[in-house]
């Protein structure tokens, strides 16, 4: 088999381009990867996948060149391949049109025996996939996975951009914690020591003073040593944060962003939906919402008890998820366990202006309002074993106009398990990073 050039051939149109009415009977390029073949003796079938979907390619023996014939004869599955043709119209074809080739170009040649199969025939477990992550990307489910986070952070920023927010992008290497040192990556910068920076909290709140309403959505990196269905050490964050407001504000802003968000996904990703079996129903509007005490004693009276001041851990979040369908909010959450940038309540210090958003058991987001006077900010950090020499750098901006402020920080990877149904968080991320895998 001879692999051949592109040279001057040009993809004319992709496959979800092909209208009947208008191009029946005309040439067309296309462009893509095996996907599959079937052959009938003197008739031969391709299906050619690109990014839009697939494209079935006619080869009838009596009426094409022998030639072209044998070189149908040569195609592997995920071969590249570019196929010059007419558009027929073919109603036993799944996309009701059929291309009868004039010419086809092998591009590059294939393995005989890929390690993984595409397709989706031959079942493989998730190391598996994961070890071959280009080919598991090929199939439908993991395509459609993606086609899907796509449309989230484009709706997003469609979002972001209408309610007047400026995007912005904070440091992936640091020079001190943002939240305690547990979870740092530690590098080597030069002659220093920095960190693989765990939030972009304390950028984007000095940039409050500057834009009003800023957003990133940005990857975060954190030393957890859990190897759980939903952590990971590497994960895409999206963070917001407002000048003259606090949480209920910033809370507001939360759940008119995932109401737009799962609307837009059910209104244009029906086919990756209906791909993957995930049905999502869009929200209303308000979230439910129950403070840290009210959520307490909802479990107790579920049979599960937990004393004020605990964490509402896996097995609660769990028990909480059978309980409450859809997405609800957990606020005003103890002081003590929110990180120092936390506002406590000025009538009750033990509770803070905090919240997080829960879609049945998972946890999806959290925020809050932020303490916005330095002394305040200062005393914080000494109660929680904090140098406040090490933040000079932020402190310093609390003398130069800060105003109240608020925000969150939502997790990507876990919207985009609910969206499509997944049980792993490895199965959302590109290229997942966990306390085991650094490759591929």
């Not at 959520?295 to 009276?301: I, P």
């Not at 202006?353 to 900010?377: C, N, P, Q």
Request: glycine share 6%; aromatic share 10%; proline share 5%.
């Amino acid at each position: 088999m001879q692999l051949e050039k592109l040279e001057n051939w040009r993809r004319t149109h992709y496959s979800d381009q092909i209208d009947l009415e208008t191009l029946e009977g005309k040439e067309i390029t296309v462009c893509g990867w095996v996907k599959q073949t079937r052959d009938l003796g003197g008739l031969k079938f391709v299906i050619l996948r690109d990014n839009f979907g697939e494209i079935q390619i006619t080869f009838p023996k009596a009426k094409l060149e022998e030639h072209l014939f044998d070189k149908a004869n040569s195609l592997k599955n995920e071969m590249p391949i570019a196929v010059k043709g007419k558009v027929k119209e073919d109603k036993r074809s799944p996309t009701g049109f059929e291309l009868i080739p004039n010419d086809l170009k092998i591009l590059n040649s294939v393995l005989a025996n890929l390690p993984l199969d595409s397709t989706g025939k031959v079942k493989a477990d998730l190391d598996t996939r994961l070890d071959n992550r280009i080919l598991d990307l090929r199939s439908s489910i993991s395509h459609a996975i993606f086609i899907i986070r796509h449309r989230v952070t484009t709706a997003m920023r469609q979002f972001f951009v209408e309610h007047r927010f400026i995007e912005i992008n904070t440091p992936r290497i640091i020079a001190t914690a943002t939240e305690g040192g547990t979870e740092l990556f530690p590098i080597a910068y030069f002659e220093k020591e920095a960190f693989l920076a765990q939030s972009p909290q304390l950028y984007k709140e000095q940039l409050t003073t500057v834009f009003d309403k800023v957003y990133e959505i940005a990857p975060i990196f954190r030393a957890e040593e859990h190897s759980t269905t939903r952590h990971l050490n590497e994960l895409m964050m999206v963070d917001i944060e407002m000048a003259f407001a606090n949480y209920n504000d910033v809370m507001n802003v939360l759940e008119e962003l995932i109401h737009f968000v799962i609307s837009d996904v059910k209104n244009n990703c029906e086919e990756e939906l209906n791909t993957l079996k995930s049905e999502i129903k869009i929200p209303e509007l308000p979230f439910p919402k129950y403070t840290y005490t009210e959520t307490l004693d909802l479990l107790g009276k579920n049979d599960y008890e937990l004393t004020w001041g605990d964490d509402i851990g896996t097995d609660a979040s769990r028990k909480l998820g059978s309980i409450i369908d859809g997405p609800y909010f957990i606020t005003e959450w103890p002081s003590e366990g929110k990180p120092f940038y936390i506002q406590p309540r000025v009538d009750k210090p033990e509770i803070s202006e905090s919240f997080d958003l829960m879609y049945s058991w998972i946890e999806l987001a959290s925020g809050g309002t932020r303490v916005h006077k330095k002394e305040t900010l200062i005393q914080r950090l000494i109660n929680q074993g904090l140098t406040p020499s090490s933040f000079d750098f932020h402190l310093k901006v609390f003398d130069w106009g800060m105003p109240p402020h608020a925000g969150w920080g939502l997790g990507l990877a876990r919207l985009i398990m609910v969206l499509t149904g997944r049980q792993n968080i490895r199965e959302v991320v590109i290229f997942p990073r966990d306390r085991t895998r650094l490759t591929p």
